[in-house]
């Protein structure tokens, strides 16, 4: 079992930068790959970033490519989502994901584990 806990989220403007954690619990962080999705209201959950277990890999979604990065540091049991140049389309809940080697990283069906999400939102 995995329990994850986000925060970080907020009131930014255009331009903006916001920090996203995602703590997690249990001793097997490390071997689970990472991801975060959001979902802005009347809309479907999208994918954002992924992390591999061991941090090596990386995937994101066009949209958020050059702006968003995502980290995870195995030692803290936390996967970070760094966002710069925010703008009001990013504006959603988000959520992290664990997975046991999830494949497609991109695909919501591929994680187990979901945490009850944060809220972002861009003003222009």
């Known amino acids: 079992q995995v329990q994850l806990v986000e925060s970080g989220g907020g009131l930014v403007q255009a331009g903006g930068s916001l920090r996203l954690s995602c703590a997690a619990s249990?001793?097997?962080?490390?071997?689970?790959?990472m991801g975060w999705f959001r979902q802005a209201p009347g809309k479907e959950r999208e994918f954002v970033a992924a992390?591999?277990?061991?941090?090596?890999?990386?995937w994101y979604a066009d949209s958020v490519k050059g702006r968003f990065t995502i980290t995870r540091d195995n030692a803290k049991n936390t996967v970070y989502l760094q966002m710069i140049n925010l703008k009001p389309e990013d504006t959603a809940v988000y959520y992290c994901?664990?997975?046991?080697?999830?494949?497609?990283?991109?695909?919501?069906?591929?994680?187990?584990?979901w945490g009850q999400g944060t809220q972002v939102t861009v003003s222009s």
């Open positions: 992390i591999s277990y061991g941090g090596r890999r990386r």
């Open positions: 249990g001793r097997t962080f490390s071997e689970y790959g």
């Open positions: 994901a664990a997975g046991n080697s999830p494949s497609p990283y991109s695909s919501s069906t591929s994680y187990d584990y």
